[in-house]
């Protein structure tokens, strides 16, 4: 089980170091994949969209997996079982993610926070291009999103990591289930979303969050995601 992680050559060492340091505390082998900054957003984001489809297309590895760069594990062992399931059975698994702020809001979807990718599915499906799609400066598929609507389309079964909880105060509602948001804590990973977008000011709690996995601290996040609380 190898990750991948896709970066822009602005991003602090520090940060860089913080995430490797995370990966390397669980004994979990990334490599980073650098890409020249562009200063225009929407480039930016169908840039990771890009490198995605192109290693999926181009690697030697049966099963892909992909791991953001705001995104850091604390789970091995569930990471280890996904990753098995999906290559037995030739599918994918990652954290459960939506567009909430459109009428896609209840087309929950793998998102490429974490997510692997056995090659024959991404093939099975059509090589689905991982790239957003925007429609009037809005996103209207994120990236990665298109693999998982052709399996919904076509009946292929999948998995999604589903939230625990969420340290907000931003947050959004992942259709019938519960609720997400800034900094959210999945089974296997813990995702800040949109991190790069405050790369002169790191916030508190990303470092909060990094040193609790440094320091075999269990992450308990300020509101649990289900209605129902878990």
């Known amino acids: ?103 896609m809001r209840n087309h929950v979807y793998a998102g490429a926070s974490t997510l692997m990718i056995h090659k024959k599915s991404w093939e099975y499906l059509g090589s689905p291009s991982m790239s957003c799609v925007f429609e009037d400066g809005f996103t209207k598929i994120d990236t990665a999103q298109l693999l998982t609507l052709r399996a919904d389309q076509s009946g292929f079964s999948y998995r999604l990591f589903y939230p625990i909880g969420y340290d907000g105060p931003e947050e959004y509602q992942l259709s019938g289930y519960g609720k997400y948001g800034k900094g959210t804590l999945y089974p296997a990973t813990y995702h800040f979303f949109a991190l790069t977008e405050c790369l002169d000011n790191i916030p508190n709690l990303w470092k909060e969050r990094v040193n609790n996995i440094l320091n075999n601290q269990k992450i308990i996040p300020n509101y649990p995601s289900c209605f129902y609380e878990l």
């Open 1 to 103: 089980m190898k990750f991948h992680a896709f970066c822009t050559d602005n991003i602090p060492s520090s940060l860089i170091n913080q995430h490797l340091e995370c990966c390397k505390k669980l004994n979990i082998e990334i490599e980073y994949h650098y890409v020249s900054y562009e200063n225009n957003f929407l480039r930016r984001y169908e840039q990771h969209g890009e490198f995605i489809t192109l290693m999926m297309k181009y690697s030697n590895e049966d099963v892909v997996c992909f791991l953001d760069l705001d995104c850091i594990p604390h789970n091995k062992d569930i990471l280890l079982k996904s990753y098995n399931w999906v290559k037995e059975n030739k599918s994918f698994c990652g954290n459960a993610q939506n567009i909430s702020h459109t009428k």
